[in-house]
């Protein structure tokens, strides 16, 4: 049986990261043990949703019923993680509200490391699963493929799992799941022994390079990123991080007619690099080079809000003209756009089904022109089959996501299966899933 302890609160919810949005919950949960959460479940009746990091730029955690913060469950300790090796991959479990540079500074401890980050280490592995969050590099998969199992406990308060190898009562294919299946308990992660990274920076890459030699600059190192304004004659920053090894070359001063940076960068303009991870080709730690922006810091500028649409790979150049074409009208808005690369991942509801290129956009905190631009910005890129991230700014509708996701169908089945009294259902869900 459950414990009981009834940590709900009629404490409202807050904002998310960016502030853009305020959450409509009044009622709020901090369970802190699977007991605990299957105990808030049972006493609240109700629309119920699940919160993370609050890294999500649109409603898709809103809900005007309970909403649970999954902050104070289970919390990582310092202490040796046990390492499974049981003829399966090398992994570990912990708890999926675990951000990843926490888990990351504890593998270090253990001369272990994750294989890839996203750009902020502060998500949490939850909400980066559920969303299909991606990190960089043309043979690093989105961050789900690191999963190798993830459990979860649905409205009903059942602990379901889902494995890789199919010995699960959960189809692995249903891990992005939109928040529409349950809260994420614990997850086992592929780790691998440690290793480092250096960031190489260049500036003024010019768009001509971009467009002949895609392939080859996006192959260049482990993780590459294009930082730019869609100014017609160069991207302004171009970061590289490659692996290092002893057969690692050099990087010369020149690369592609850009010129290597002299100094540390930050991607947005005229701001302090002292909150990004160290560069200038300097090796350190995996997790302190592969996501940009330091476990210690507050992370970019906060104050920002960000769309992503995510092609498949031999669009990439089409979508580069387009936006060039287009940069004039949407400029005034932004921060800085970046460009990274990323393998195929087959879950139902994957932005990436196949190897994919992101397009990611860091507005200025301007919602309502942002949102009126947004129509035309997907319009241009509709014809390259565009997929918005989840969790980031888009207008898409039903009608015009339900073509690209062929398993929708299948992840509603389930979601009814796991959710029958559509208690995780919101604004969101009927307006993007029609659910």
Known sequence: MAEHNDSSMPFPAGTNWAGNLTYSALMMAEPRSTGELQAALSVTSGPVKFLGSRHCFNDIADTVGTMISMSRFEPLGTDPLNVISDGGPTRVRVPASTPYGQLAQVLAAQDLALANFASLPHITIAGAIATGTHGSGDDNPPLIDAIWAF??????GDARRAVRDG??????????HLGLLGALTFVEIEVQPAFEVRQDLYQDLPWHAVLDNFAAITGAAYSVSIFSHWNRDTAEQLWLKSRVSPGLMELGDEFYGAHRAARKLHPLPDTDPIHCTDQLGVPGPSYDRLPHFKMGFTPSKGEELQSEYLVPREH??????????????FRHLLFVS?????????????????????????WRPLQPEV??????????LAPYDARPHWGKLHTLSVAQIAPLYPNLGNFLDLARECDPEGRLRNEYSMRVLGY
């Open 371 to 380: 949102v009126e631009f947004l129509p035309t910005l997907e319009q241009a």
């Open 338 to 362: 970046e460009i990274r690369t990323m393998q195929g991942e087959s879950s139902w509801l994957s932005p990436t089904p196949r190897d994919s290129v992101g397009f990611h956009f860091t």
């Open 167 to 176: 010995s699960g009562d959960l189809p692995f294919e249903s891990g992005v």
């Open 316 to 329: 990439a150049p089409n979508v580069v003209e387009t936006l060039l074409e287009l940069g004039d009208q």
């Open 151 to 156: 459990e979860l406990v649905t409205p009903l």
